[in-house]
């Protein structure tokens, strides 16, 4: 059992962000879906009745995510970000990939952060899910590996802006996860659970050490 009561859940439609759901769910917290699609966040809702609904699109519209989150009269005191779409790119000539990827991938990020730091939630804990492929992607997965690079480089040195000096950070780098994104691969021997990540993340969050060194890689044998 962790200790957070309120937690905010950037990207809670997705695979990731439904596993953390549904973990925090079974440990009774109140959670803020943060995600565009509103029939998807109805039927989380339906699931677990301790969940709240904040639709919009944080990388085209964060002010309107911000003042929806100001209405909520509770401080969050956990944010975690599932978001970050994974981009393939074959060729390095074409641009339009790389624009996609550090869009979801950073500029959500961005976003984020800010929302953070604009709503006072500066002292709480912060999971952000990357990836291995940051520093170990693949041939087609440059676009993909850049943003996922810019995102980790950002966060390792975040401690060192006076605005997030109080923020716990973990980064979780996943290897392969189970997921609509990789239901097309073959071989799925090996990739990770993502209930099984959610658990782990918030296991290392809860644990009250210090997570001054931000970064947690998760693999699978």
């Known amino acids: 059992m962790n200790d957070f009561k309120h937690t905010l859940i950037f990207g809670a439609s997705g695979d990731v962000g439904h596993a953390f759901v549904q973990v925090l769910a079974s440990q009774s ?36 995510i911000g003042d929806k989150i100001r209405m909520i009269d509770q401080k969050a ?30 500029k959500c990020l961005v976003h984020i952060l800010n929302i953070i730091k604009c709503h006072a939630f500066a002292d709480a804990t912060f999971i952000n899910v990357s990836s291995i492929a940051s520093f170990a992607g ?52 090996g990739m990770i659970n993502p209930i099984e990540l959610a658990k782990l993340g918030l296991t290392v969050a809860s644990s009250g050490k210090s997570l001054r060194v931000p970064v947690l890689d998760v693999f699978k044998a």
Do not use: C, W
Request: glycine letters at 4%; hydrophobic letters at 40%.
């Open 77 to 106: 005191d956990l944010v975690i970000n599932a978001l970050g779409a994974y981009v393939k790119s074959t060729e390095l000539d074409d641009f339009d990939p790389f624009l996609i990827a550090m869009d979801s991938n950073f």
């Open 138 to 189: 693949k041939s087609d997965e440059a676009a993909y590996s850049i943003a996922k690079s810019s995102v980790d480089q950002l966060l390792s040195r975040l401690y060192l802006n006076e605005g997030f000096s109080r923020l716990r950070v973990l980064n979780l780098r996943p290897g392969a996860i189970k997921s609509a994104m990789t239901a097309d691969r073959e071989n799925q021997n």
């Open 29 to 64: 917290q109140r959670i803020s879906l943060i995600s565009r699609s509103e029939k998807k966040i109805q039927g989380l809702m339906d699931q677990y009745p301790n969940t709240y609904p904040v639709i919009g699109d944080v990388m085209t519209d964060p002010l309107d």
